[in-house]
Nanobody, 125 residues
Framework: QVHLVESGGGSVQPGGSLKLSCAAS????????MGWFRQSPVKERDFVAT????????KYVDSVVGRLTISRDNVKHIVYLQMDTLKPEDTAVYYC??????????????????WGQGTQVTGTS
């Protein structure tokens, strides 16, 4: 089973950049579809981005298209979320998630079996 640990969160001014990382333990990382979700205090946990097992197919929520990029390194067992042109509304706790059962990619949180502890991203003005 894979254990997930996120890092890279912090405070950033609007228009700035952050790169989140999610390190996965275990030897079967490439068996998992990976996703990033986020949750703010007033909202439910929402989908952000997902990537298939080999890193060839990605999907994003419309509000982050062109600003956030998901990628993965199956040798290092890390999935990344490059965040550019950040907006105050991007403020949230960001969680990475893994699914061994999903085919392709998934934008639905219930499709994921494993979750990290989250990392805070705060857009400051």
């Amino acid at each position: 089973q894979v254990h997930l640990v996120e890092s890279g969160g912090g405070s950033v001014q609007p228009g700035g950049s952050l790169k989140l990382s999610c390190a996965a333990s275990g030897r079967t990382f490439s068996n998992y579809v990976m996703g990033w979700f986020r949750q703010s205090p007033v909202k439910e946990r929402d989908f952000v981005a997902t990537i298939d097992r080999i890193g060839h197919s990605t999907k994003y929520v419309d509000s982050v298209v062109g600003r956030l990029t998901i990628s993965r390194d199956n040798v290092k067992h890390i999935v990344y979320l490059q965040m550019d042109t950040l907006k105050p509304e991007d403020t949230a706790v960001y969680y990475c998630a893994a699914s061994e059962s999903v085919i392709g990619t998934s934008m639905v949180s219930s499709g994921y079996d494993l979750w990290g502890q989250g990392t805070q991203v705060t857009g400051t003005s």
